[in-house]
C-alpha cells in the first residue's frame, strides 16, 4: 500500500549516478507517493535522462556545485513550492527508501532528522568526527549522514544566502541550524555499503585535507569556541 | 643623475598608468579610488622621497625604509583581504545563479512535460 504524503519532497543529489539513480527513484516511487527530485549536479553521463525517465523532476546545474551546493538547489526548489517535509537522500545506492517513513515518523518532534548509521566510518573517520564534535559543541553520532529530513522552518533556514556558501552538508550546516536553536534528532537507520563509486570526501589525501581544514576552520568560526567568543 | 629624478620618473611613471587605465574604463570604479589614492602617493614619494624620512622621525622609527615597508606591506594586505572578501561575495552570487536557474529550467521541463 502506498502511502500519500503530498507536502513531502525527496531530494536526491546526483553526480555521474547513471547505475543507481533510476533504481532509487523507482523503490521510491513504488513505495511512496511522494515527489522525488534529482539534482544533477553537472553530470557527464546519462544521469539526467535516467532520472527524468523514472519519472524524477530533474533540476540541472550548468557547472558543479559540490554535494550541498546541489542539496541547497533542491532546498531552495522545496521552499519556492512550499513543501513541508524535505528529505534528502544520497543517488549511490547508500540509503533505502524505506527508511523515509522512520525519518517522517520523527520529524513530527523536531526540525531535522538524521538517519544515521555511527558505524560506518573507519577508525580516521570516528577521529576526525570526534575533533569536529569537540570543537563545534555538536553532540550527535552521525555528522556526515546524507540521510535527512528538514521541515518548513529548517528548509527555510537553509535556503537563505547565509548558507550558499557552504561546501559540505554535514559540519557547516549543522552548526547553522544549531545555532539557529533548531531541534536536531537522530533515528537509527540501515545503509548498504556503496554500491558504485566511493565517497566524494573520503577519496584522495588531497581531498580529505582539504575537507578537514574547511570544515575545521568552520567549527573554530562559529562553534562552540566562537560562540562564547562572540556573546562576551 | 640624482637618485631624486630617478624616484621621480618611476613614480611619475606608474601614476600616469594607472591614471590612463582608469580613463581607459578598464578598472571598475570602485577599484579606480583605491588606484587613484596608490597613483598619488607614489607620485608624492617619487618627487619628494625625503617625505619618508620626515614620516619616520615623527613615527620615531630610527630606519626610515621599515616605515615605507610597513605601510606598503600593510596597504597590499588590507587591498588583498578586500579582494577575498569581494571574491566570496561573488561565489555567492554566482551560485545563487546556477541555482536559479536550475530551478528555472525544472520547472519549465516539468511544465512542458
Given at each position: 500500500?502506498?502511502s500519500?504524503?503530498?507536502?513531502?519532497?525527496?531530494?536526491?543529489?546526483?553526480?555521474?549516478?547513471?547505475?543507481?539513480?533510476?533504481?532509487?527513484?523507482?523503490?521510491?516511487?513504488?513505495?511512496?507517493?511522494?515527489?522525488?527530485?534529482?539534482?544533477?549536479?553537472?553530470?557527464?553521463d546519462d544521469?539526467?535522462?535516467?532520472?527524468?525517465?523514472?519519472?524524477?523532476i530533474?533540476?540541472?546545474?550548468?557547472?558543479?556545485?559540490?554535494?550541498?551546493?546541489?542539496?541547497?538547489?533542491?532546498l531552495?526548489?522545496a521552499?519556492?513550492?512550499?513543501?513541508k517535509?524535505?528529505?534528502?537522500?544520497?543517488?549511490?545506492?547508500?540509503?533505502?527508501?524505506?527508511?523515509?517513513?522512520?525519518?517522517?515518523?520523527?520529524?513530527?518532534?523536531?526540525?531535522?532528522?538524521?538517519?544515521?548509521?555511527?558505524?560506518r566510518?573507519s577508525?580516521?573517520?570516528?577521529?576526525?568526527?570526534?575533533?569536529?564534535?569537540?570543537?563545534?559543541g555538536?553532540?550527535?553520532?552521525?555528522?556526515?549522514?546524507?540521510?535527512?529530513?528538514?521541515?518548513?522552518?529548517?528548509?527555510?533556514?537553509l535556503?537563505?544566502?547565509?548558507?550558499?556558501l557552504?561546501?559540505?552538508?554535514?559540519?557547516g550546516?549543522?552548526i547553522?541550524?544549531?545555532?539557529?536553536?533548531?531541534?536536531?534528532?537522530?533515528?537509527?537507520t540501515?545503509?548498504?555499503?556503496?554500491?558504485?563509486?566511493?565517497?566524494?570526501?573520503f577519496?584522495?589525501?588531497?581531498?580529505?585535507?582539504?575537507?578537514?581544514?574547511?570544515?575545521?576552520?568552520?567549527?573554530?568560526?562559529h562553534g562552540?569556541?566562537g560562540?562564547?567568543?562572540?556573546?562576551k | 643623475m640624482?637618485?631624486q629624478?630617478?624616484?621621480?620618473?618611476?613614480?611619475?611613471?606608474?601614476?600616469?598608468i594607472?591614471?590612463?587605465?582608469?580613463?581607459?574604463?578598464?578598472?571598475?570604479?570602485?577599484?579606480?579610488?583605491?588606484?587613484?589614492v596608490v597613483?598619488?602617493?607614489?607620485m608624492?614619494?617619487?618627487v619628494?622621497?625625503?617625505?619618508?624620512?620626515?614620516l619616520?622621525?615623527?613615527?620615531?622609527?630610527?630606519?626610515?625604509?621599515?616605515?615605507?615597508?610597513?605601510l606598503?606591506?600593510?596597504?597590499?594586505?588590507?587591498k588583498?583581504?578586500?579582494?577575498?572578501?569581494?571574491?566570496?561575495?561573488?561565489?555567492?552570487?554566482?551560485?545563487?545563479?546556477?541555482?536559479?536557474?536550475?530551478i528555472?529550467?525544472?520547472?519549465?521541463?516539468?511544465?512542458?512535460?
Amino acid at each position: 500500500m502506498k502511502s500519500s504524503c503530498e507536502s513531502v519532497i525527496v531530494l536526491i543529489p546526483a553526480k555521474n549516478e547513471v547505475q543507481t539513480v533510476g533504481k532509487i527513484i523507482d523503490e521510491i516511487k513504488s513505495k511512496l507517493s511522494v515527489t522525488v527530485v534529482v539534482i544533477d549536479d553537472a553530470s557527464t553521463d546519462d544521469t539526467i535522462k535516467i532520472a527524468r525517465t523514472a519519472g524524477a523532476i530533474v533540476l540541472s546545474l550548468p557547472f558543479s556545485l559540490g554535494a550541498w551546493g546541489a542539496i541547497q538547489t533542491g532546498l531552495r526548489y522545496a521552499a519556492k513550492h512550499n513543501f513541508k517535509i524535505a528529505i534528502t537522500m544520497d543517488a549511490d545506492g547508500q540509503h533505502e527508501a524505506d527508511s523515509i517513513p522512520i525519518l517522517l515518523n520523527a520529524i513530527h518532534q523536531c526540525d531535522v532528522v538524521i538517519g544515521a548509521y555511527p558505524q560506518r566510518g573507519s577508525l580516521s573517520r570516528q577521529v576526525a568526527w570526534q575533533l569536529f564534535r569537540k570543537l563545534s559543541g555538536i553532540n550527535l553520532e552521525d555528522l556526515t549522514s546524507g540521510l535527512r529530513a528538514y521541515n518548513s522552518k529548517a528548509i527555510k533556514l537553509l535556503a537563505s544566502k547565509s548558507a550558499t556558501l557552504l561546501d559540505y552538508q554535514d559540519m557547516g550546516v549543522l552548526i547553522l541550524l544549531h545555532s539557529a536553536g533548531l531541534q536536531i534528532v537522530e533515528v537509527p537507520t540501515l545503509m548498504h555499503p556503496r554500491s558504485n563509486g566511493h565517497s566524494r570526501i573520503f577519496n584522495s589525501w588531497w581531498a580529505v585535507s582539504k575537507y578537514m581544514l574547511c570544515t575545521g576552520i568552520l567549527c573554530l568560526a562559529h562553534g562552540k569556541y566562537g560562540e562564547k567568543c562572540r556573546t562576551k | 643623475m640624482s637618485y631624486q629624478i630617478t624616484s621621480a620618473i618611476l613614480g611619475l611613471c606608474l601614476a600616469t598608468i594607472i591614471l590612463w587605465l582608469i580613463r581607459r574604463d578598464r578598472l571598475h570604479s570602485r577599484h579606480g579610488f583605491w588606484w587613484l589614492v596608490v597613483a598619488l602617493g607614489v607620485m608624492v614619494l617619487g618627487v619628494f622621497p625625503t617625505f619618508i624620512d620626515k614620516l619616520a622621525v615623527f613615527f620615531g622609527v630610527s630606519y626610515p625604509p621599515t616605515l615605507l615597508f610597513i605601510l606598503g606591506m600593510g596597504m597590499i594586505l588590507i587591498k588583498v583581504i578586500n579582494m577575498d572578501l569581494h571574491q566570496s561575495n561573488l561565489e555567492r552570487k554566482i551560485r545563487s545563479l546556477a541555482q536559479r536557474m536550475a530551478i528555472l529550467e525544472g520547472e519549465k521541463q516539468d511544465e512542458d512535460l
